[in-house]
């Protein structure tokens, strides 16, 4: 691996983590909201108001999210390769811990009695259960590792990522989405390159029609018009890719991309973890302010699996 590629792998692993971490102060507000308790923007730790939802978390520490980053993280460590079963082997171990948040789809399918036999068939039955209408983020929200792992081979990428999506989330626009995102990394690591519009289109078509809605409202110039505050809607996978893409083509530098998209609202911890994984991926490591890094609660246990992740490949 060259220096840069190494640079904007470490920008992955703490972008993930650090939009997670900071965005927590703004999840489940609507914009409104957010301007009242940050009238100028929520951009460090130390700003995260304590509710009795935030008081949940220590200031500076990450949510579900990058839990089940690094559950996929584990698997991977442990198993030399990408298993839907020992990804599954270690998301149970860590739901069996009593987390403060677990996403509805996750918990479904992870009590499910058969989960560690048969994840997939489980995953798809509390899907069909849902009407086939189930499409929450919690798939997209942790799979952005996987445009790290075997970067320089985009079908792995995409087998790699279908393998670990569809463990817990079986709708395709759920997969869909966490592959766009794991190609827009792996390019971005493997050949410092973007795709295009109409790139991520074709691909977003493959898996549902739906997502080239989503995929368009990305290329917005301001990143109001997603509202992705609104009601019923900011658990939605399509809407998390929106904000994640918004970043990607509107970002002009690390911060200033993630900052924006935490600022509106909503799901706003997913939102960020995703924003921030593209953008440490885009602009590498060394682009992250210091005091975003410091104030990670639990740095040292991401640097360690950065570390051997990083021996791996």
């Given at each position: 691996?060259t220096?840069l590629?190494?640079?904007?792998?470490?920008?992955?692993?703490?972008?993930?983590?650090?939009?997670?971490?900071?965005?927590?102060?703004?999840?489940?507000?609507s914009?409104?909201?957010?301007?009242?308790?940050?009238?100028?923007?929520?951009?460090?730790?130390?700003?995260?108001?304590?509710?009795?939802?935030?008081?949940?978390?220590?200031?500076?520490?990450?949510?579900?999210?990058?839990?089940?980053?690094?559950?996929?993280?584990?698997?991977?460590?442990?198993?030399?390769?990408?298993?839907?079963?020992?990804?599954?082997?270690?998301?149970?171990?860590?739901?069996?811990?009593?987390?403060?948040?677990?996403?509805?789809?996750?918990?479904?399918?992870?009590?499910?009695?058969?989960?560690?036999?048969?994840?997939?068939?489980?995953?798809?039955?509390?899907w069909?259960?849902?009407?086939?209408?189930?499409?929450?983020?919690?798939?997209?929200?942790?799979?952005?590792?996987?445009?790290?792992?075997?970067?320089?081979?985009?079908?792995?990428?995409?087998?790699?990522?279908?393998?670990?999506?569809?463990?817990?989330?079986?709708?395709?626009?759920?997969?869909?989405?966490?592959?766009?995102?794991?190609?827009?990394?792996?390019?971005?690591?493997?050949?410092?390159?973007?795709?295009?519009?109409?790139?991520?289109?074709?691909?977003?078509?493959?898996?549902?029609?739906?997502?080239?809605?989503?995929?368009?409202l990305?290329?917005?110039?301001?990143?109001?018009?997603?509202?992705?505050?609104?009601?019923?809607?900011?658990?939605?996978?399509?809407?998390?890719?929106?904000?994640?893409?918004?970043?990607?083509?509107?970002?002009?530098?690390?911060?200033?991309?993630?900052?924006?998209?935490?600022?509106?609202?909503?799901?706003?911890?997913t939102?960020?973890?995703?924003?921030?994984?593209i953008?440490?991926?885009k602009?590498?490591?060394?682009?992250?302010?210091?005091?975003?890094?410091?104030?990670?609660?639990?740095?040292?246990?991401?640097?360690?699996?950065?570390?051997?992740?990083?021996?791996?490949?």
């Open positions: 691996m220096t590629q190494k640079d904007k792998i470490k920008g992955l692993f703490y972008g993930q983590a650090i939009g997670d971490a900071l965005g927590v102060g703004s999840e489940f507000l914009k409104k909201q957010v301007n009242v308790f940050y009238p100028n923007k929520l951009t460090t730790y130390s700003q995260i108001i304590r509710d009795s939802f935030r008081k949940q978390w220590k200031i500076g520490e990450w949510t579900d999210d990058t839990d089940q980053f690094l559950c996929i993280c584990d698997s991977i460590l442990k198993t030399k390769s990408v298993d839907e079963h020992a990804f599954a082997k270690e998301l149970y171990a860590w739901a069996q811990e009593s987390p403060v948040d677990i996403g509805i789809t996750v918990y479904s399918v992870v009590s499910h009695p058969n989960f560690l036999e048969n994840p997939y068939k489980c995953a798809k039955e509390v069909e259960d849902s009407g086939r209408e189930a499409a929450a983020n919690g798939a997209i929200m942790r799979t952005s590792i996987l445009g790290a792992y075997e970067f320089w081979d985009y079908e792995k990428v995409i087998s790699n990522t279908k393998k670990i999506a569809k463990v817990t989330h079986w709708d395709p626009r759920c997969v869909g989405s966490s592959i766009i995102t794991t190609l827009l990394i792996a390019k971005l690591i493997n050949e410092n390159k973007t795709l295009s519009l109409r790139d991520i289109i074709e691909i977003g078509d493959k898996y549902d029609n739906r997502m080239i809605y989503y995929i368009e990305a290329t917005q110039n301001k990143i109001s018009n997603l509202y992705l505050d609104e009601e019923g809607v900011i658990g939605y996978t399509l809407l998390a890719l929106s904000a994640g893409l918004w970043a990607y083509f509107h970002a002009k530098d690390f911060e200033s991309g993630l900052i924006s998209v935490i600022n509106e609202g909503g799901d706003a911890d939102n960020a973890c995703i924003a921030g994984s953008l440490g991926a602009f590498g490591y060394n682009s992250i302010p210091t005091h975003l890094i410091d104030g990670l609660k639990n740095k040292k246990l991401l640097e360690k699996k950065l570390n051997d992740f990083m021996k791996l490949l």
